[in-house]
């Protein structure tokens, strides 16, 4: 099981930018793929963003696309999500997610139920 602490959320105005990050410990050094969801009230939990184990391949939700950057730092046991012009529809509690060892480094999984560890989350409203 991995353990994953969740930062940097809070409260900025449109335009703006905030840096999510996510800590990992306890099963780390295997294959795992990583991801930032969101949820907002009232709506389902919705993939952000996520990176395969080595980094070599992201997804990117299209409502981000061209806004927001996943990376992570293996050494570091990190992953970050860059969000730079920000709307009022961000407007979420976002969480970090973690999937069990896969068989192929390079997927991303796009839907939550392939995620097995989940931090607390963090909020971010972004007002207008």
């Known amino acids: 099981q991995v353990h994953l602490t969740e930062s940097g959320g809070g409260l900025v105005q449109a335009g703006g930018s905030l840096r999510l990050s996510c800590a990992a410990s306890?099963?780390?050094?295997?294959?795992?793929?990583m991801a930032w969801f969101r949820q907002a009230p009232g709506k389902e939990r919705e993939l952000v963003a996520g990176?395969?184990?080595?980094?070599?391949?992201?997804e990117l939700a299209d409502s981000v696309k061209g806004r927001f950057t996943i990376s992570r730092d293996n050494a570091k046991n990190t992953v970050n999500l860059q969000m730079n012009s920000l709307k009022p529809e961000d407007t979420a509690v976002y969480y970090c997610?973690?999937?069990?060892?896969?068989?192929?480094?390079?997927?991303?999984?796009?839907?939550?139920?392939?995620?097995?560890?989940w931090g607390q989350g963090t909020q971010v409203t972004v007002s207008s």
């Open positions: 990176i395969s184990w080595r980094g070599g391949t992201t």
């Open positions: 997610a973690a999937t069990r060892p896969l068989r192929l480094d390079t997927i991303v999984p796009l839907i939550p139920s392939f995620y097995d560890d």
């Open positions: 306890g099963r780390t050094g295997s294959s795992f793929a």
